[in-house]
């Protein structure tokens, strides 16, 4: 029989302070009409002292491991996604471990942006498929304010923090599970986002920077491409999808995409407008929204998909 990886919960955690448009609208020269127009962005969260990438993906996993009704301990693998961990070592997936009390077990961070979380779905999906353990949790952590240049009106405003988790678990048989990933990269295209600082060039963390048209054509282009790509290699067709789990970047990219699939946008699952751009962290944290709120439901068909800077972008197949 074929072992695949099935999702057995999901969970989210969100820093309690909301920040508004309105209230950005105090500090730096905008106005909520123009972030809403073109962002679809209404609000964010942004993590207080003391809350960190850590903190926020430990409280994200205790919930999906709620969700799956499985004790912290028959845990065997953490993969993380992140750009912003809370130190340049150890890998804040250890400090996660320790957090919910894993005595032993793999765990490591992934760094591919936007798309680290469909990263690191494929790697601990392809984990258990070897053998590597039987149950994983899967998160997506970012506290990109901590990166933001908040006298650039054009990034400051897109961006909020969070996190998301999901807990896979191996099974033999059945139709469920993660039925196809694909992942890309393109470096020639790494000065369109990126951050100016880092420690082997300039020793200091730096902010962020993004052409934000140049990206968003690409965008567009690149999640169209991998999500048809996904769906060819497990033989299904884009009129089969119920769901269509994005990254929320910006609402003009989710709608151009949809345009360009010929997808029914009420099948987008949109929370960019709350959550605003979470890096990582945002297939998850859409996801288990759309989980919770009962929208998604066991036997959906689910396209997981994401961009980020690097480029590096992906998609995932999942039956639920």
């Known amino acids: 029989m074929s072992r695949r990886s099935i999702i057995a919960g999901t ?25 809403v127009e073109r962002t679809g962005i209404e609000a964010r969260h942004i993590a207080a002292d003391g809350e960190t990438t ?17 004790a912290a301990d028959r845990i065997g693998l953490i993969v993380l996604a992140t750009a912003t961990p809370d130190q340049t070592f150890p890998a804040s997936a250890v400090r996660v471990q320790a957090a919910l009390g894993i005595d032993d077990c793999i765990a490591f961070d992934v760094q ?4 680290g979380f469909l990263y690191a779905l494929s790697i601990a999906d392809n984990m258990l498929k070897g053998g590597m353990a039987e ?13 933001l240049d908040w006298d650039d009106r054009g990034t400051c405003v897109l ?15 059945g139709d469920r599970g993660i039925l196809a990933t694909r992942l890309h990269a393109d470096g020639r295209h790494a000065d369109l986002l990126y951050v100016d600082g880092g420690v082997s060039t300039t020793g200091t963390v730096g902010k962020l920077r993004m052409k934000g048209k140049e990206v ?33 970047a910006n609402k003009r990219i989710l709608d151009a995409t949809a345009r360009k699939l010929g997808l029914d946008p009420a099948k987008v699952i949109v929370t960019v407008d709350q959550h605003a751009n979470t890096s990582a962290a945002s297939v998850p944290l859409a996801l288990d929204v759309a989980v919770k709120d009962g929208r998604i439901k066991k036997g959906d068909l689910v396209v997981l998909e994401a961009m980020g800077g690097g480029f590096t972008w992906g998609a995932a197949l999942v039956r639920f």
């Open 11 to 35: 969970g989210a955690a969100l820093p309690p302070r909301r920040v508004t448009n309105a209230e950005l609208a105090e500090r730096v020269d905008t106005t909520h009409e123009w972030i």
């Open 135 to 147: 149950h994983a949790l899967v998160i997506g952590s970012e506290t990109f304010s901590r990166i």
């Open 159 to 173: 961006f909020g923090d969070g996190a998301g988790a999901v807990v896979l678990s191996a099974a033999d048989g």
């Open 216 to 248: 968003f054509r690409h965008a567009v282009t690149n999640l169209a491409d991998v999500l048809n790509e996904t769906l060819a290699a497990a033989g299904h067709h884009a009129d089969e999808i119920d769901w269509v789990v994005p990254h929320q």
């Open 54 to 70: 850590a903190t926020l993906a430990t409280e994200a996993a205790q919930k999906a491991l709620a969700a799956a009704g499985l």
């Open 112 to 115: 591919a942006v936007c798309t």
